[in-house]
């Protein structure tokens, strides 16, 4: 005794109640989905509005250093000692003073020239002087007597001359960052510097020379501490600083409080390509989320520019995605919760109302479509409510009435199509076997007559009509043996009695030397590629049909190919089978009609005529090729040639053709 194990089967009440509580949840979800977005956007908004204040703060933090460098250099460059000790040569006593003002004022840098920009004085080891700083943009301005500050680029060989240790402080390489973009090189040795230069002049208001100072930005953390002290009062979320800045000096962190995994300043590391593209190559601010180092945060980029407004760095401040992520979560799990709560209870006393009402004219009429399915029509009304239901019902009523009367007409027409089917098929066959005999005996008497000896036929038009009749008896015997095996395929009678084959010796040759005559009316020839290959190949297949398919091909490529052309017939292994192919020089085929040449009573276009024949030919070569597990198919260069090619199995392969339903012999 078995068990017919059937699923929870659920009434049409129940289901339209479901179906009703499902589609109230699935609104509420929609909505929740929203306000979560909006919510999450609002909270991710005023993050970014915070971080671009924060950015605000961050300039004014570094542009008070840059003017609070201004302003010492430009005062101290009106002090009486520096005039008189360049006008008096006395560049100890200067060197002294400046060496102190340089110390109390933190510079890395404080250095005089010339009135032409060579410097007489520096205030660093190794107190290098001689060289010439006019070329300095800084310098340069300061020399027409207008003050200047800008943050500036100095080169590796200006820091070995300014003072010791600086082009260690500037020399970094890169350290392997996450998403950041590819660069040709792996080191920086130039360095940032907050830089200003002012005019020293005499009493007459002539310039005498320039002083300059400045503060290497490379490895000194002021501004990028004063800036997370001032923005974000140094707090943090889950042992990580909610707030960081970062100075770049064009790509690369030189001056940061971004940490790394093991808890270093992330100095060596680069922001990311798409900053990098934003930033340093459109010049313009990016406000949004970015990757920075090995954490997401809510961000602030803007570039930093020179004297000349050139972008050559970036100013950059971010607080940690994660305390707002963690605060959206909350406010969602709180919606979530009272919103889906709420509506669970509106939607199943609605659902459970709903469908009821709904439900009883509609399991009624489900019962009356099961009696359908039966074959017992029911034309008597379902429901009697006016609304929708009823409508169905009505509708239903006559649609019954109408289905059993086509279903009677369905059942006459296809009784009728099988039998007119059966009979074209059959009268096909017996049609094309009744023609093949008296057909045969013509073209055997016609044949005889050809090759009677010289002088039976006396005149040459007997002759020529005896061609005539003999083409268009073997027309017809090819057209009847197209027709007949088109009516066994179709009947699924194709008997398919496979052996082994040479197929070269046992069914090209022959079609070869059979076709001589009709080869040398258009003064074409047949080449044999790889014979050797030919002569030694053998298949597992029926020999009649296998002649059937060459035969096909071989006719169509002399019917196709142009005069004078050559027809080629090569194979190829490929494992287990042989791939067979036949190629004609002619007018081809264009890539859409490479398929449907396979198709039944297509023909094809030759030179603007279409040729003679019944449109079987490949179709029934594709069949037999099938029958054998093999496939064909064309291929072409419109205008210059056209190539079929088919496999076929070796011997050794009867699993192939039992698959294919064929009994090996």
Request: charged share 25%; glycine share 8%.
């Amino acid at each position: 005794m078995s068990v017919h194990k059937r699923g929870i089967q659920l009434s049409i009440g129940s289901k339209i109640g479901l179906s009703f509580l499902i589609v109230v949840l699935v609104g509420t979800l929609i909505s929740t989905i929203v306000g979560i977005r909006l919510i999450g956007n609002s909270v991710i908004e005023q993050a970014q509005n915070k971080v671009q204040h924060d950015l605000s703060v961050a300039w004014m933090a570094y542009n008070s250093k840059l003017e609070n460098i201004k302003s010492i250099v430009q005062l101290t460059s009106t002090r009486f000692f520096i005039r008189d000790g360049i006008l008096g040569e006395d560049f100890s006593l200067l060197r002294r003073e400046l060496e102190k003002i340089r110390k109390a004022s933190d510079f890395d840098v404080f250095t005089l020239t010339d009135e032409s920009g060579v410097v007489i004085l520096r205030t660093t080891a190794p107190y290098t002087i001689g060289d010439d700083q006019s070329n300095d943009d800084l310098v340069s301005r300061a020399l027409t007597g207008k003050p200047a500050a800008s943050t500036h680029i100095v080169t590796r060989d200006q820091l070995i001359l300014e003072g010791e240790g600086l082009q260690e402080r500037a020399f970094m390489e890169f350290i392997p960052t996450s998403m950041a973009k590819k660069r040709g090189v792996q080191v920086e040795t130039s360095g940032m510097m907050l830089k200003a230069a002012s005019p020293v002049m005499d009493r007459e208001g002539r310039i005498i020379g320039v002083l300059y100072g400045g503060v290497l930005i490379n490895r000194n953390y002021d501004i990028v501490d004063q800036i997370k002290e001032i923005v974000y009062k140094g707090e943090r979320y889950r042992g990580k600083d909610i707030g960081t800045a970062t100075i770049f000096q064009w790509d690369l962190r030189i001056s940061t409080n971004v940490r790394n995994r093991e808890g270093m300043r992330a100095i060596g590391t680069r922001v990311s390509e798409t900053v990098y593209d934003h930033v340093l190559e459109n010049e313009s601010a990016w406000f949004d989320r970015a990757f920075v180092v090995n954490d997401w945060y809510v961000t602030a980029y803007e570039p930093v520019k020179n004297i000349n407004g050139d972008t050559i760095g970036i100013l950059y401040v971010g607080m940690l995605e994660q305390p707002y992520a963690d605060m959206k979560k909350r406010v969602v799990k709180s919606m979530i919760l009272y919103s889906f709560l709420l509506s669970i209870g509106v939607a199943l006393v609605a659902a459970l109302i709903l469908g009821r009402r709904i439900s009883r004219p509609i399991v009624k009429l489900a019962h009356v479509s099961e009696m359908m399915a039966d074959g017992h029509f029911n034309h008597e009304r379902v429901a009697h409510t006016g609304d929708e239901i009823g409508k169905l019902a009505d509708s239903f009523s006559r649609m019954s009435k109408e289905l059993a009367r086509t279903l009677a007409e369905k059942d006459d027409a296809n009784n009728r199509l099988k039998d007119l089917n059966v009979r074209y098929l059959e009268l096909l066959g017996f049609a094309s076997h009744e023609l093949m005999q008296p057909v045969g005996v013509i073209k055997g008497y016609l044949k005889l007559m050809q090759l009677s000896p010289e002088g039976s036929l006396e005149k040459s038009h007997q002759k020529d009509a005896v061609s005539a009749m003999l083409r268009n008896v073997n027309s017809i015997v090819t057209m009847s043996g197209m027709y007949l095996n088109l009516a066994r395929i179709e009947n699924g009678a194709l008997e398919v009695n496979p052996e082994k084959i040479r197929i070269y010796h046992d069914i090209v040759e022959p079609i070869i030397r059979d076709m001589d005559q009709r080869l040398r009316q258009k003064n074409m020839t047949i080449e044999v590629d790889d014979r050797e290959l030919f002569d030694t190949a053998e298949v597992h297949g029926d020999p009649t049909l296998i002649r059937i398919v060459f035969t096909n091909l071989l006719t169509n490529a002399c019917k196709y190919g142009r005069e004078n052309g050559n027809i080629r017939c090569g194979v190829r292994k490929n494992g287990s089978e042989y791939i067979f192919n036949v190629n004609n020089e002619g007018n081809g085929l264009s890539s859409d009609k490479l398929q449907s040449v396979f198709e039944k009573f297509v023909r094809l276009e030759s030179g603007g005529m279409r040729p003679r024949g019944t449109g079987l030919g490949l179709f029934i070569t594709r069949e037999i090729v099938e029958l054998h597990s093999g496939k064909i198919w064309a291929e072409s260069e419109q205008g210059k040639w056209v190539n079929f090619l088919f496999t076929l199995p070796q011997p050794g392969t009867d699993d192939i053709l039992e698959n294919a339903g064929i009994e090996s012999g």
